[in-house]
């Protein structure tokens, strides 16, 4: 039974901590518009596409895992539009689908650069699942708080700005604006409340030759009742191939990353994060991996550097 009670409030504790804090992904820069729905490209015809799969705090029971998926494009000059979808876990218990479509209208300064207003437009599925905590009969199998299943959909909407030139980017956003609360018990006893989070990404790119560009990287993340989050990073890019970074997150991990562009239009990656937190004595880390392709119907695009997501 004290096994029971230690698996229940290990998955409230997460449940807290995941209501507090979205999903961390090292290689944010590569799925900036999950996070930022003013994010944009420019490049007419060329479809992006790409994948994530990050998996947290492995040996942890219970320890969360997320992936999505991401769709952007511009339609004209002005506007770009996209689609992501992106699913949250927690164990076999907790579980978030979010499907949201973005779209963007950009401003070009020729030379001084460009400047985007996003909108991301909504919703979330949220599912608890007490099924799998596997519960011995006689125990809190019979607590009324835990005996159904929960199930609940939120519609929500999120806003952001986003501002490049060749060498740099700066981009703020709220992928979503509106509290959500979820019950995980019918009387209301537990709850997952999600908070608005705030988002500042920024880099520069520095050509240390015609071979070697240098791109150190910043996102900082805010949220009421927790910490501020904070990424460093520092990108090397050989040849428009080969991209290896380092970074470190503020008192919770120090992060490798890799990169290799296959072919001009796909790319995939790896992240390690060693977690130097509290966690470290239950954990080996975390792992992410993406890939991304771009589909260029008018074989305009010729290179990864074209875009600040890839330097």
């Given at each position: 039974?004290?096994?029971?009670?230690?698996?229940?409030?290990?998955?409230?504790?997460?449940?807290?901590?995941?209501?507090?804090?979205?999903?961390?992904?090292?290689?944010?820069?590569?799925?900036?518009?999950?996070?930022?729905?003013?994010?944009?490209?420019?490049?007419?015809?060329?479809?992006?596409?790409?994948?994530?799969?990050?998996?947290?705090?492995?040996?942890?029971?219970?320890?969360?895992?997320?992936?999505?998926?991401?769709?952007?494009?511009?339609?004209?000059?002005?506007?770009?539009?996209?689609?992501?979808?992106?699913?949250?876990?927690?164990?076999?218990?907790?579980?978030?689908?979010?499907?949201?479509?973005?779209?963007?209208?950009?401003?070009?300064?020729?030379?001084?650069?460009?400047?985007?207003?996003?909108?991301?437009?909504?919703?979330?599925?949220?599912?608890?699942?007490?099924?799998?905590?596997?519960?011995?009969?006689?125990?809190?199998?019979?607590?009324?708080?835990?005996?159904?299943?929960?199930?609940?959909?939120?519609?929500?909407?999120?806003?952001?700005?986003?501002?490049?030139?060749?060498?740099?980017?700066?981009?703020?956003?709220?992928?979503?604006?509106?509290?959500?609360?979820?019950?995980?018990?019918?009387?209301?006893?537990?709850?997952?409340?999600q908070q608005p989070h705030l988002y500042l990404t920024t880099?520069?790119?520095?050509?240390?030759?015609?071979?070697?560009?240098?791109?150190?990287?910043?996102?900082?993340?805010?949220?009421?009742?927790?910490?501020?989050?904070?990424?460093?990073?520092?990108?090397?890019?050989?040849?428009?191939?080969?991209?290896?970074?380092?970074?470190?997150?503020?008192?919770?991990?120090?992060?490798?990353?890799?990169?290799?562009?296959?072919?001009?239009?796909?790319?995939?990656?790896?992240?390690?994060?060693?977690?130097?937190?509290?966690?470290?004595?239950?954990?080996?880390?975390?792992?992410?991996?993406?890939?991304?392709?771009?589909?260029?119907?008018?074989?305009?695009?010729?290179?990864?550097?074209?875009?600040?997501?890839?330097?």
């Amino acid at each position: 039974m004290r096994k029971i009670y230690l698996q229940l409030i290990t998955l409230l504790t997460a449940t807290l901590m995941w209501s507090q804090q979205d999903v961390q992904y090292t290689q944010y820069m590569y799925n900036m518009s999950v996070i930022n729905p003013a994010y944009t490209t420019g490049t007419i015809g060329v479809y992006n596409l790409g994948a994530l799969y990050r998996t947290q705090w492995v040996g942890v029971v219970g320890a969360p895992t997320s992936s999505n998926l991401f769709f952007h494009t511009p339609i004209n000059e002005k506007v770009e539009i996209g689609l992501s979808y992106v699913n949250d876990n927690i164990g076999d218990i907790v579980k978030e689908n979010n499907i949201f479509a973005d779209f963007a209208y950009r401003l070009d300064f020729e030379n001084k650069g460009n400047l985007s207003f996003g909108l991301k437009v909504g919703a979330s599925f949220f599912n608890m699942d007490f099924t799998g905590l596997n519960l011995e009969s006689g125990g809190m199998a019979t607590d009324p708080n835990f005996a159904e299943n929960i199930s609940q959909a939120n519609f929500n909407f999120g806003t952001g700005v986003y501002y490049n030139t060749e060498h740099y980017y700066v981009g703020l956003s709220i992928p979503y604006l509106l509290k959500s609360t979820h019950f995980i018990s019918e009387n209301g006893q537990y709850q997952n409340i999600q908070q608005p989070h705030l988002y500042l990404t920024t880099a520069y790119v520095f050509d240390l030759n015609k071979n070697l560009k240098l791109k150190p990287g910043l996102m900082a993340k805010a949220v009421e009742g927790a910490p501020i989050s904070l990424d460093l990073t520092a990108n090397i890019l050989f040849q428009n191939r080969l991209e290896l970074g380092i970074g470190y997150r503020l008192d919770d991990a120090v992060m490798g990353l890799i990169n290799f562009g296959i072919t001009p239009e796909l790319r995939i990656g790896y992240a390690y994060d060693y977690t130097i937190s509290n966690l470290d004595a239950f954990s080996s880390g975390s792992h992410e991996f993406f890939i991304l392709y771009n589909l260029d119907s008018f074989n305009i695009n010729k290179g990864f550097d074209k875009s600040p997501r890839f330097f």
